[in-house]
């Protein structure tokens, strides 16, 4: 099948699988759970096969980690889907209710958006949060893993599909894309596609948004701030510091850069650089960290690039101002942090940073789905409009108007004897 | 100035715009309202002057009413201005509020999207109302209206714009754009736009969204149905279709395409057409519509056309499914209408139709801000993220996510005696 078939496939599923009552959509989900664990066997050996290829391609350790899909990862993605099934159905909640008049009802009713693309890096397991969070949420999806896992995806994908087609989910609601070209073309159909989720490097996210007018939920960069002020508990601040460079240097909310209030500098940045020093990392510093402690030179590439590996850069300033508009200059607006004792001062950098996250004495790291509580995360977002940060369920869904009338014509409320609009809220019974 | 200086000037104003206080916000938008009144002679002399250029082009008379802009449509933006002062805040409200773990807590709180880019016909009072709602909503703003009030709009801006710096507004946070050139030039601005509202033409719209990584809100077609089901009142079929087709033919919200169950056509058809040629409808069906009234022959071209005029396509369907099929095929998304008597079937419309708005048995002609009570309306989009339908104050906002710690790093959390998180609500004062 082409990706154009795939696609029109999902648009034709969306309609029936938007409709589709919670209890089916959780009888689909425990469908997959057994089919997952009766199909253990085959799918191990499907994931031995992409380790085989992968070992012989001499993937990176970390890599051959994430691709590696064993009996415990089953078992942890059954209890993902597991805990998935007890969500509320994000689909039909009357968010909002008002009488425009006498018998004329509007409601404000959630809803699916429709056929959602998802771009996803060589994780088998984020096949099973992806496809069963659309399925949840009343999505159709077409999904385009690592090729490295290319025999787990397709058989994950199978056997996904079909459980769930067995207890009433359309033909078609899950489609599986094989090569970059299907996702090339996936690009190009704004008329079936209506949002696309890249996961993955920087660069192919940022190709992603380049070349789609379809929209796009994600974030390119992640050029993380800690900002030390100038009243800041230095040991804090160096736990938090360390943590939020260290703690996993490969993800998009550790930080790349450090800010110093010169205030603190002196005092802060030696016990900093021997912290650094023992976790390996290569300290980068403006003319002024250079006065205080050995650094190598930063320049003004530094402070807008993302390591993903143990470099910091650390620049010196004189105001909380200035850091802000640091952060808002080089920053990428995911996660940006304080650490402050002044409790104004730190609403002032809340305020005034223009990121999803703005974090006050704590790591960058915590800007994530579970640990946001949000359940399963479809990705972090730098978008400005839909959804941003850390993205649950909610992220898949919109609204549609429902206006209930008997016979109400917009010409009796137009004109001299117009009739008034009560716009009346109306009480939820639930 | 250039377009690229406005919004320079734009995108830095937004950092202290988007920080402003509510009482601050509301003396500005009081203080335009006085400044409006002040200055009404000046104003009224300018929009002569545009109403005379227009005489002179022959603009129609439609057009030339929507470019009047007198004493009584500045006490009219000056009564609008007085309710959106008595609106709450949208900034700063705490959606959700959750315990992560003792002494670390995050808030989803509402805050502005950035700097939104407006263009917009050639209304005066659409620019009053514009740039209100981005102030009253901390949003920095780039307008650019019909050239035909050039001379109002330009007035208007330096009056509007004076008078919130007056009390407190950041310099540059409205821009006024002069040409076509000027909108062009911004589409490329990804870096400093976050939001492009555009009003006006189809083909103008589109043409915007064509050309822009900017996310765009609105809609381009508005080919919006009313569907006539076999168990309808026909009474009502015939009053809400001529409603929805005659009440303002101008307009997006308008019909365009009346689909008829089998069933209902020969009752239906004969009351439909004496009302129609009434109101000087003309009538294009399709084949078996001509084999029960006297019509122009539909083509497949006319379920794909927004008339905007005194015209109707008009097909029998033989089931509930073909209509919603229909609707899903032709339709634009904007609103659609079934009249039926059928409650189940009245369900089964606005499930499966993907649209914003989905009506049962009124006018499609009540899909508008105001009508749905959402005061000002920023435009109605057919977006499938963000904002759907009529949209109000909330489509210009987002939100951050802020986390309050106490020195709490990640790594606590993770490992073998890995702290479990609280994820605990935290109930909401106010």
Redesign the interface.
């Known amino acids: 099948m082409t990706t154009l078939e795939k696609a029109q496939k999902a648009s034709q599923a969306?309609?029936?699988l938007?409709?589709l009552d919670h209890a089916t959509k959780n009888r689909a989900l425990g469908a997959i759970i057994k089919a997952l664990q009766d199909n253990r066997q085959a799918i191990v050996a499907a994931n031995q096969e992409d380790l085989e290829q992968a070992e012989k391609k001499q993937l990176a350790a970390p890599l051959l980690k994430r691709l590696k899909f064993d009996d415990q990862k089953i078992e942890e993605v059954c209890e993902g889907l597991a805990s998935l099934i007890k969500l509320p159905d994000p689909v039909g909640n009357v968010m909002n209710a008002?009488e425009?008049d006498r018998g004329?009802e509007?409601f404000k009713v959630s809803s699916p958006?429709?056929v959602i693309g998802v771009i996803f890096e060589s994780r088998p397991d984020a096949l099973v949060q992806i496809a069963s969070l659309c399925l949840k949420s009343g999505n159709a999806v077409l999904l385009k893993g690592g090729h490295e896992a290319a025999a787990t995806n397709q058989i994950l994908a199978d056997t996904i599909s079909r459980a769930a087609i067995q207890e009433g989910a359309p033909q078609g609601w899950l489609g599986l894309m094989e090569t970059r070209i299907d996702v090339e073309d996936l690009l190009g159909m704004s008329d079936l596609v209506?949002?696309i989720v890249p996961r993955g490097s920087n660069e192919f996210v940022k190709h992603i948004?380049?070349n789609t007018?379809i929209?796009v939920?994600g974030h390119a960069d992640g050029i993380c701030h800690v900002y030390v002020d100038r009243e800041a508990?230095l040991d804090?601040a160096v736990?938090?510091s360390?943590?939020s460079k260290c703690?996993?240097v490969a993800v998009c909310n550790a930080a790349e850069t450090l800010l110093v209030h010169a205030n603190a500098a002196r005092a802060f940045l030696p016990s900093m650089k021997a912290t650094f020093d023992t976790h390996g990392v290569e300290m980068r510093g403006c003319e002024r960290t250079a006065g205080i402690v050995d650094v190598l030179p930063a320049t003004e590439k530094d402070w807008k690039t993302e390591y993903l590996d143990l470099v910091i850069s650390i620049k010196i300033v004189d105001s909380l101002a200035a850091a802000?508009d640091h952060v808002?200059t080089y920053g990428s607006g995911h996660t940006d942090v304080i650490v402050t004792d002044d409790r104004q001062r730190?609403v002032?950098f809340?305020?005034?940073v223009?990121?999803?996250?703005?974090?006050?004495?704590?790591?960058s790291?915590?800007?994530d789905g579970f640990?946001?509580?949000l359940g399963a995360e479809v990705g972090i977002s730098t978008?400005?409009?839909?959804?941003?940060?850390?993205v649950g369920l909610e992220g898949l869904m919109?609204?549609?108007?429902?206006?209930?009338?008997?016979?109400?014509?917009?010409?009796d409320?137009?004109g001299k004897n117009a009739r008034p609009?009560t716009?009346r809220d109306l009480k939820l019974d639930d």
């Open positions: 969306r309609t029936l938007g409709t008002l425009l004329l509007l958006i429709g209506d949002l948004m380049r007018t929209p939920l508990d804090m736990r938090i360390q943590d703690q996993y802000i808002n730190a002032q809340m305020d005034r223009d990121s999803a996250d703005v974090f006050v004495n704590c790591s790291r915590f800007s640990r946001f509580g978008n400005k409009i839909h959804a941003r940060g850390p919109i609204y549609k108007w429902r206006l209930l009338g008997n016979g109400h014509i917009v010409a409320y137009a609009f716009h």
